[in-house]
C-alpha cells in the first residue's frame, strides 16, 4: 500500500483517532487463544517483523533515493555504480528471505493448507540455509565503508546532490539521518547474532531445531567479527556527518582519529546567569553551541576547547549552583552545571577518559582545527556577545518537537536539547542491538480505547505506522528522558503485558501480544 497518495495530511504526532480501538482489541484476543503461544514462536515472529522494516529501510535507498538522484540526473555515473551495486544484491537477497519467513509464519500458525504442522514450527533450518547464502555477499558489505565516505565527498563538490540529499531528508520517507540507512545491513547481522543467541538459549539442546540454529549462529558470528570493526568506523563516520550537516560553524569535523563521544544539553555560567548549550565530546576536543532561531534548526558553535592539557573539576561549593563542574582548558575557563548529580557523572567521566586518551595521542589535530573553525572562542566577549536568545524563541522551538513540524528536528542532538538530557556513543550503539517492531495497542493517559499500531523502535525513538506496509511513519515519540514502567492501580488498567511510558505530564500505555514482545 502506498501511502503517499493520501497527501500530507495533519495526522502528526501521537494524536491518531481511537476509533477502531475496541474491535482491534477483541480481534487481539481470539488471535492470541488460537495460535501457538511457544516462546520460539515469538522469537521467530520477531525476525519476521524487524525484517519487515528493515526491507522498508533498504527501499529508502534502493527505491526513494535512487528515484530522487535519477530525477535530478544528480550523481555522476561512477559514485552511481559504486553506490547501488553494492546495495541492490542485498536488497533482493532480503526480499526473498522476506517472502520465506512469511512462508513459515504462515504454516506455523496454521494460516495455510499445508499437510502437517510439526514441520514448520520451527525457524532453524531457514535462518542457516539464509546465513549460508547471505555469507556469499560480505563483499558488498566490507565496500560500504566506501560507500559512505565516497558520497561524503561528492555532496561537498557537487551542489546538486547536496541539494538532492537535503530535501530528500525533509522527505517522510527518510525519518532517519539518510547514511545511517547504509549501516543497516551491517546493523542487521548484529541482530540476527542476537536474535539466534536468544532461540539457542531458548531450546534444550536435544530439541530438533536447536542444532540448525546453532550453526546458523556459528554463521552470523563468523561474519559479524569479520564485519565489527568496519561497523564502529561507519557509525563514528556517520555521526560525525550528521553533526557536520547540523552544526553551523566548522567545515571539516570529519577529520582523521577523532572520534564522537557524547552530545548533550549543559548548562554554561555567564554573565547573565546560566544558559542553555550543546555540547559535543569528541576524542581531541568540546564543542559548545546554541540553538539558531533560523528555520534550518542547526546549532551554532560558540567555541571549541582542546582536550589537550585540559582539566575538569567538580565546583558546587564554589558557585553554590547544583551539578555544577568547572573546564579549565588552554584557550578559557568555562562553568556549566547539568540538570542531574547522574548527568554530572557521566560528562566527568568521559572528559577526564577523553582528556586521558587525547594525552596519549600527538597534537596533529590542534593544527588542523585551528584552520577548520571560525575561530572565535578566544574573545573574552564571548561570555558577554550571547546570542538574544528571547523565551518565545526558546519555547516556540520546544512545542516544534511534539508537532514534528520540521522532520531534521528528531535528531538526537535536538531531543537532548529539549529533553535536557545527554547521549553517549556507546548509548549509540547499544540502541543498535535493541531495535524492534511490531504490532502494539496503544492508549492515552485520558482516552477509553486501544488503537492497534505498526511500531519501530530505533535511534532512542517510537514511529508509529498505521500498517507494517506503509511507506513513512505518521508520528514518532523521541524517547530520551521517558521512564518505562508497569501501570500502578490508580492507571485503572486491567490487561496483561501492558507498558507505561511518562516523561512529565505525558503519559503512554502500550500492550503487547505475549509475555516475550512484553519483556522485550
Not at 495533519?10 to 481511537?18: A, E, F, G, I
Not at 504442522?117 to 525457524?123: E, L, M, N, P, T
Not at 543497516?184 to 538459549?201: A, E, F, T
Amino acid at each position: 500500500m502506498n501511502t503517499a497518495a493520501q497527501g500530507s495530511s495533519p495526522l502528526l504526532s501521537p494524536v491518531l483517532s481511537d476509533v477502531g480501538g475496541a474491535r482491534a482489541e477483541e480481534e487481539e484476543e481470539a488471535r492470541r487463544k488460537r495460535y501457538p503461544a511457544d516462546k520460539a514462536y515469538f522469537i521467530a515472529k520477531e525476525i519476521l517483523a524487524t525484517e519487515r522494516t528493515y526491507l522498508k529501510d533498504l527501499e529508502v535507498l534502493t527505491v526513494w533515493f535512487r528515484s530522487a538522484v535519477v530525477k535530478e540526473n544528480a550523481m555522476p555515473e561512477g559514485l552511481m555504480t559504486l553506490f547501488f551495486s553494492n546495495i541492490d544484491p542485498i536488497y533482493e537477497f532480503h526480499r526473498g528471505f522476506l517472502k520465506e519467513l512469511e512462508q513459515r509464519l504462515a504454516l506455523w500458525e496454521g494460516r495455510s493448507n499445508a499437510p502437517t504442522k510439526g514441520d514448520y514450527q520451527r525457524i532453524g533450518d531457514l535462518m542457516l540455509r539464509n546465513m549460508h547464502m547471505l555469507k556469499e555477499l560480505t563483499g558488498y558489505l566490507q565496500k560500504h565503508d566506501e560507500v559512505l565516505t565516497e558520497l561524503e565527498k561528492a555532496t561537498k563538490y557537487i551542489k546538486k546532490l547536496e541539494m538532492v540529499y537535503k530535501e530528500f531528508e525533509l522527505q517522510k520517507v527518510c525519518y532517519l539521518p539518510l547514511n545511517t540507512f547504509l549501516l543497516k545491513p551491517i546493523q542487521r547481522l548484529m541482530h540476527y547474532k542476537l536474535i539466534l543467541g536468544r532461540l539457542c538459549k531458548h531450546y534444550k539442546i536435544d530439541q530438533r531445531d536447536y542444532a540448525d540454529c546453532k550453526n546458523a549462529l556459528k554463521e552470523v558470528t563468523e561474519m559479524t567479527s569479520q564485519l565489527q570493526n568496519s561497523l564502529i568506523r561507519l557509525e563514528n563516520f556517520q555521526k560525525l556527518t550528521e553533526l557536520q550537516h547540523d552544526l553551523l560553524g566548522i567545515d571539516n569535523l570529519v577529520a582523521a582519529g577523532r572520534e564522537f563521544i557524547r552530545e548533550g544539553c549543559l548548562y554554561k555560567l555567564t554573565k547573565k546567569g546560566l544558559q542553555q548549550r550543546m555540547f559535543f565530546l569528541f576524542s581531541d576536543m568540546l564543542l559548545y553551541t546554541s540553538k539558531g532561531v533560523t528555520g534550518t534548526n542547526q546549532f551554532k558553535i560558540h567555541g571549541h576547547l582542546l582536550l589537550h592539557r585540559m582539566l575538569v573539576e567538580e565546583s558546587e561549593n564554589e558557585w553554590s549552583v547544583p551539578h555544577c563542574f568547572t573546564i579549565y582548558s588552554a584557550q578559557k575557563t568555562i562553568v556549566v552545571a547539568a540538570s542531574t548529580r547522574l548527568e554530572m557523572g557521566k560528562w566527568m567521566e568521559d572528559l577526564n577518559m577523553a582528556i586521558e586518551m587525547a594525552k596519549k595521542s600527538s597534537e596533529k589535530s590542534e593544527m588542523s582545527l585551528d584552520n577548520s573553525m571560525c575561530n572565535r572562542s578566544n574573545r573574552s566577549s564571548d561570555e558577554v556577545s550571547l546570542e538574544q536568545e528571547s523565551e518565545e524563541d526558546i519555547h516556540s522551538s520546544r512545542s516544534s518537537l511534539d508537532r514534528q513540524s520540521h522532520h531534521r528536528a528528531n535528531t538526537t542532538m535536538h531531543v537532548c536539547w529539549y529533553r535536557n538530557t545527554s547521549v553517549s556513543m556507546t548509548d549509540h550503539s547499544v540502541a543498535v542491538e535493541n531495535q524492534l517492531s511490531g504490532y502494539l495497542l496503544r492508549k492515552f493517559k485520558n482516552s477509553d480505547g486501544w488503537q492497534k499500531l505498526w511500531v519501530v523502535f530505533t535511534n532512542f525513538c517510537l514511529f508509529f505506522y498505521k500498517t507494517h506496509q506503509d511507506d513513512y511513519p505518521l508520528a514518532s515519540l523521541p524517547l530520551l528522558g521517558y521512564t518505562v514502567g508497569i501501570p500502578v492501580e490508580a492507571d485503572g488498567i486491567q490487561k496483561d503485558y501492558v507498558f507505561k511510558l511518562q516523561f512529565k505530564s505525558h503519559v503512554y500505555f502500550f500492550r503487547a501480544e505475549s509475555k516475550y514482545t512484553f519483556e522485550r
